[in-house]
């Protein structure tokens, strides 16, 4: 397996642009996380799905952000408008199940100058 | 809230010595335990997991332990080596098996 696939790795945008990050699970994995990390925050859950369905998104930090998962195997992150303290590196991670450990991507690094 | 601590934050040693890196958590009703190394610009990459019911789980020169009752875990890392130079991160997954927290990491550098 390829392990969990993010894209773009780098994303340049200016303040106000609409910027959508998009991650691939694991294959068979229940579970999708999307995660950001800063160096003041650390990392933090934004929100994350079971089975395609958004379980916890009290991580989000305002209506700005919105996090979809249309099928099983492609999960979306989007930043509407994107301000410059959004920028940080986000991930995406996939767990198989409860118990089981997770999986991070490479990570998506975000400047919104 | 549960609340993950490492320490120390960093920490430098020469190449050959045994560590030590700490992680503590607040809350001791997880569900289990994960232990992460991160390389400069790059992700996470999983190296230890440890159920609730379990004491350790070893992984070549790595070892972790963990005290649920106590809310401590260890991660022992024998004859250091320059390429053991990263961020180890230590997380744990609430009883529910959902959220991960994370705490700040362990800057680690091993010198040759």
């Known amino acids: 397996d390829a392990g969990v696939i993010q894209s773009p790795r780098h994303e340049v945008t200016e303040m106000g642009q609409e910027v959508t990050l998009r991650c691939k699970p694991i294959?068979?994995?229940?579970?999708l996380f999307w995660y950001r990390q800063t160096m003041m925050r650390g990392l933090e859950l934004l929100i994350y799905?079971?089975?395609?369905?958004?379980?916890?998104d009290s991580g989000m930090p305002e209506d700005r952000f919105s996090a979809k998962m249309p099928n099983a195997s492609f999960s979306t992150l989007k930043i509407q408008p994107s301000e410059p303290r959004d920028s940080a590196v986000y991930f995406c991670?996939?767990?198989?199940?409860?118990?089981?450990?997770?999986?991070f991507g490479s990570g998506t690094r975000l400047t919104v100058v | 809230k549960q609340e993950v601590t490492q320490i120390p934050a960093a920490l430098s040693v020469p190449e050959g010595e045994n560590l030590v890196l700490n992680c503590s958590f607040t809350?001791?009703?997880?569900?289990?335990l994960q232990w992460f190394r991160q390389d400069p610009g790059k992700g996470l990459t999983s190296l230890l997991l440890?159920?609730?019911?379990?004491r350790e789980q070893t992984s070549g020169r790595l070892n972790a332990s963990l005290d649920k009752s106590s809310g401590r875990s260890t991660l022992y890392i024998a004859a250091s080596q320059p390429g053991d130079s990263a961020t180890y991160l230590c997380?744990?997954?609430?009883?529910?098996?959902?959220?991960?927290?994370f705490g700040e990491g362990t800057q680690l550098t091993v010198n040759p």
């Open positions: 991670a996939s767990r198989l199940t409860v118990g089981n450990g997770y999986t």
């Open positions: 294959s068979g994995h229940d579970y």
């Open positions: 799905f079971n089975n395609n369905v958004p379980i916890d």
């Open positions: 809350d001791s009703a997880i569900y289990n």
């Open positions: 440890i159920q609730s019911s379990q």
């Open positions: 997380a744990v997954t609430e009883s529910s098996g959902s959220r991960l927290t």
